[in-house]
């Protein structure tokens, strides 16, 4: 769904992580680490309902999500290894009972709602794509935060006495609010009929500062799961791609990136760039551990990239296509990627630029700079449609993706703002109205040849902008259409599993023959097999 206030560094070059799926495994870890937090790590019994109607019903066994769920809910991050392991471990040696059932959730405002019981305490939160996440309400009480700051609450009967009792802290904390959360309790839950006192801040919380403080029944602290904390004030520049290009003049589209990212993170240009630095590293590490061939049992592909052949001589394509297939393929063997914008369509920024990189022999300041203009792009797609394929397919994922590719491979060859813009737009207008149709449900085919495949049209689009060609539609109404296709596709082909390729009999027997996707069992699992009569 459309956003506010989108940060790169938060929402479009990221999460970094390990799994199958940024909606459906490192939003799941981050929702895991705030339900864990909300009973303070005392995790004892789990109890998640998906919607049947939703995405999460068909898909979070597959690609991911219960894992992920595990993971956080043991204080796990993305990017924690162990993760594969997480819901043995979770039984076996945390001994924490986890149950899942299915009914229809009356909160439900995404495809990707968990309704979740903790302990006594229930906790309503949203995946709403490329790991993003937001936690909607605890115990009936709403809150709508993205887990981009610390956040105290504390139960009471008279929030009047906590605000008096913590007020005078705020500063000395450096906390960035204090409220007291409209509504009360839900009648049948947790103490009902309370009201929440909420302390939210940018440094992290001590349950010590918290405590003392008169009529307070319970208190918690939910931790920052996104990479970035939201200021306490932020003043963007600009908002859409229009007002961007008024504000352009004289300036590199990296530059106005880091212009965005300033005001909306707080950080300094160095800290940015840094951290910009940090994921073209793993980008080129992840890139030639592909290269060299990977495995993974729960996998209906085999290494791919390693047999690449040029008949046709393509040049530089060549290298994108073989790179963009070697991030995939670590994807889909449990390595570490960075899902930008999403895990499902990982291949494809580092794929084009990496390859177009060495190519040119860029430094790698300017692989840095081409991805903030990647990542400025992605902020546009995120704050006017989504990154989410449970709400707009395929289009959302690699559409985006090629998008944001395009943009930072016209700056590669020297192209301005205006150029970057057109191939971004031609990009996106070429895959809008995409399906989202995993083969057994796995986010590995058609999604390797389709990242592959969205890669080429960024190249191209790169080309045909550079050589003057017209995208005709400016890109904040071509972002309009891809909400409004978004909106009015079918729900079989928005990652459900239900439609498209994921439905056709071939996809099943796949799926049959592979068992369960995200545990340690090996239910019905032929280890190691491959298709070569499909593939």
């Given at each position: 769904m459309p956003s506010t206030n989108v940060s790169i560094l938060n929402e479009v070059l990221g999460p970094v992580m390990r799994g199958p799926s940024s909606s459906h495994t490192a939003a799941a870890v981050r929702i895991g680490m705030m339900c864990r937090g909300v009973v303070n790590g005392e995790v004892t019994r789990v109890e998640v309902v998906y919607d049947p109607e939703g995405s999460l019903a068909s898909v979070a066994e597959d690609q991911g999500n219960n894992m992920g769920l595990c993971g956080g809910l043991q204080g796990w991050d993305c990017s924690d290894p162990r993760l594969e392991t997480a819901q043995d471990h979770l039984k076996n040696?945390?001994?924490?009972?986890?149950?899942?059932?299915?009914?229809?959730?009356?909160e439900s405002t995404h495809p990707n709602t968990h309704k979740i019981y903790v302990n006594d305490h229930q906790?309503?939160?949203?995946?709403?794509?490329?790991?993003?996440?937001?936690?909607?309400?605890?115990?009936?009480?709403r809150l709508d935060t993205r887990g981009t700051r610390y956040m105290g609450l504390i139960y009471t009967k008279d929030p009047t006495q906590i605000l008096e009792a913590l007020t005078p802290k705020v500063t000395a904390n450096n906390w960035v609010n204090i409220q007291v959360l409209?509504?009360?309790?839900?009648?049948?839950?947790?103490?009902?009929?309370?009201?929440?006192?909420?302390?939210?801040?940018?440094?992290?919380?001590?349950?010590?500062?918290?405590?003392?403080?008169?009529?307070?029944?319970?208190?918690?602290?939910?931790?920052?799961?996104?990479?970035?904390?939201?200021?306490?004030?932020?003043?963007?520049?600009?908002?859409?791609?229009?007002?961007?290009?008024?504000?352009?003049?004289?300036?590199?589209?990296?530059?106005?990136a880091l212009e965005y990212e300033k005001a909306?993170?707080?950080?300094?240009?160095?800290?940015?760039?840094?951290?910009?630095?940090?994921?073209?590293?793993?980008?080129?590490?992840?890139?030639?551990?592909?290269?060299?061939?990977?495995?993974?049992?729960?996998?209906?592909?085999?290494?791919?990239s390693t047999k690449y052949r040029s008949t046709m001589d393509l040049g530089v394509l060549d290298d994108i296509n073989k790179y963009t297939s070697a991030f995939m393929e670590v994807k889909s063997s449990f390595g570490l990627i960075i899902a930008a914008p999403t895990a499902g369509s990982c291949g494809i920024v580092p794929g084009c630029l990496i390859a177009t990189a060495r190519r040119l022999s860029s430094p790698r300041l300017e692989i840095s700079k081409a991805l903030l203009c990647c990542g400025l792009i992605g902020v546009f797609i995120a704050t006017r449609s989504t990154f989410a394929a449970e709400e707009g397919g395929c289009q959302a994922e690699c559409g985006a993706a090629g998008s944001m590719a395009a943009a930072g491979l016209v700056y590669l060859h020297g192209g301005g703002v205006r150029e970057s813009i057109t191939a971004a737009s031609m990009t996106l207008q070429s895959v809008l109205g995409m399906a989202c149709d995993p083969i057994a449900n796995r986010v590995e085919a058609p999604c390797l040849l389709r990242n592959i495949n969205t890669a080429s049209m960024a190249a191209s689009s790169t080309n045909l902008a550079l050589s003057g060609f017209s995208s005709v539609i400016p890109y904040d109404e071509v972002l309009a259409a891809h909400w409004e296709i978004s909106t009015n596709?079918?729900?079989?082909?928005?990652?459900?599993?239900?439609?498209?390729?994921?439905?056709?009999?071939?996809?099943?027997?796949?799926?049959k023959s592979l068992g369960c996707g995200s545990c340690s069992c090996s239910k019905g699992r032929i280890e190691g097999t491959i298709y070569p009569e499909i593939w």
């Open positions: 040696t945390a001994k924490i009972a986890f149950k899942i059932t299915e009914e229809h959730i009356e906790i309503i939160a949203l995946s709403t794509g490329g790991g993003a996440v937001t936690l909607q309400s605890i115990d009936g009480v409209p509504g009360t309790t839900r009648a049948e839950g947790f103490l009902p009929g309370r009201r929440i006192v909420m302390v939210d801040s940018c440094c992290s919380i001590s349950a010590e500062a918290l405590e003392g403080a008169p009529g307070a029944e319970h208190l918690c602290v939910v931790p920052l799961v996104m990479p970035v904390a939201t200021p306490p004030a932020i003043d963007l520049p600009f908002k859409t791609v229009g007002e961007m290009q008024k504000h352009a003049e004289g300036k590199q589209l990296w530059e106005l909306r993170s707080g950080l300094i240009e160095d800290e940015i760039l840094e951290k910009i630095d940090r994921l073209v590293g793993i980008y080129e590490t992840s890139i030639d551990e592909g290269l060299k061939g990977t495995s993974h049992s729960d996998r209906i592909l085999g290494p791919q596709m079918p729900r079989g082909i928005r990652c459900t599993g239900l439609a498209g390729l994921a439905a056709q009999p071939s996809s099943g027997a796949i799926q």
